[in-house]
Each structure stands twice: as C-alpha cells, then as structure tokens.
C-alpha cells in the first residue's frame, strides 16, 4: 500500500512538473504568454506622434519601413525569460485584410522583449482607411490574428474594441486634417 501510494505521488508531481503553464517546454511557443498592444504612429500631420517605446528602444525588435509614418502598429511583448516565435500576423477591419510582414517571418522575440509591427514602405498600413476614407464612423472592430508555433500552430485573435488602429472607424486627417496618433493601447485575445 505505502509503494502504490508513493508511486502515486511521483506520478502526480511528474505531471505538475510536464504540465505547469509557462514552463520553459513550452513557453517559446505559448500563444497565451504574450501581451499584445496597437497604438497609431502619425509623422505627417502636426508635430510627430510616434508611440513610446518605438524604433531603436531598448529591448525592441522593429518590423517597418519608411521615413514617415501614417500607420498603424502591433506591439507584442514576450514577458517570459524565452523567447516566442511568431509564425504571422493579420489584421481584418471590416472588409481589409493586412498580411504585410510575410518575408520577416519566423520573428523570434527574445525573452523579456517585443517586437513592434507597422508599415512595411509608406502608408501600406495606413489603418485609418482601411477601404475609402471616411468622416463617418464604420463600426468596423480592428481583429489582430497572431499565430505562434510552426509544428503546432495556435491563433489568438485580438479585439481592438477601442478602435484605435482605425482611429475610431474615421479617418481624421482626411476629415479634420488633425493628426491621428495614438499612444499604446493593450488589446485583449481569444482563441
């Protein structure tokens, strides 16, 4: 009796020990681990209002082009000590799709670091008019598609519910001519 329960225990720590989330066998590919963020970078109109962190900051990896920016942008942070591969990014605003950042794939964010996605050469993610500009708000909920873990890939969607990459359903700069820049704002998943 004594050997069957001590061999009970051991099989039970085991387990604890294989099935702890966030342990490092599976933390490099852990769709739930990262933290996502959008936020719109505008260098045209006004004073440049680039979010914070942004190109050259410490600890972050820089997927974009261009001398000026009308874009949106993506802000993953791997809070684990390892590092996460990201296999893609999209985004769907109502009838648009963004996939621009196909060549740079896989990304690997090194442990307790980001990666920041946005526009490849200028203006191809300007996600404040998605279709036509407009001045009249769309209703169109900004998706964010992350997909991690080439040999078992797992999407997580990301609710921009505060419609910050299509500066909420209008496009200022083409309505108010006012700048369009937005600070980071963290966005939420779902499988």
Same mark, same amino acid.
């Given at each position: ?123 191809? &993610? ?31 969607? &990301? ?33």
């Amino acid at each position: 009796m004594r050997k069957g329960v001590r061999s009970l225990l051991a099989g039970g720590l085991l387990a604890a020990f294989v099935l702890v989330p966030g342990s490092p066998a599976i933390a490099a590919s852990n769709v739930h681990a990262m933290k996502v963020y959008v936020s719109y970078a505008d260098g045209v109109r006004g004073g440049p209002t680039l979010p914070s962190p942004w190109e050259g900051d410490e600890g972050v990896q820089f997927v974009g082009g261009g001398t000026q920016f009308d874009a949106g942008a993506i802000r993953i942070v791997n809070p684990s000590r390892q590092p996460l591969t990201i296999d893609d990014v999209s985004v769907d605003i109502g009838s648009a799709t963004y996939d621009l950042w196909g060549s740079s794939y896989p990304i690997t964010v090194d442990g307790k670091s980001s990666v920041i996605l946005t526009q490849t050469v200028e203006f191809d &993610f300007d996600t404040s008019e998605p279709g036509l500009a407009t001045c009249d708000p769309t209703g169109d909920i900004p998706l964010v598609h992350i997909m991690v873990g080439s040999r078992n890939p797992k999407t997580r969607t &990301f609710t921009d519910a505060g419609q910050v990459l299509n500066t909420g359903g209008i496009d200022p700069g083409a309505c108010t001519g006012s700048n369009e820049g937005h600070g980071w704002v963290r966005v939420h998943g779902h499988d």
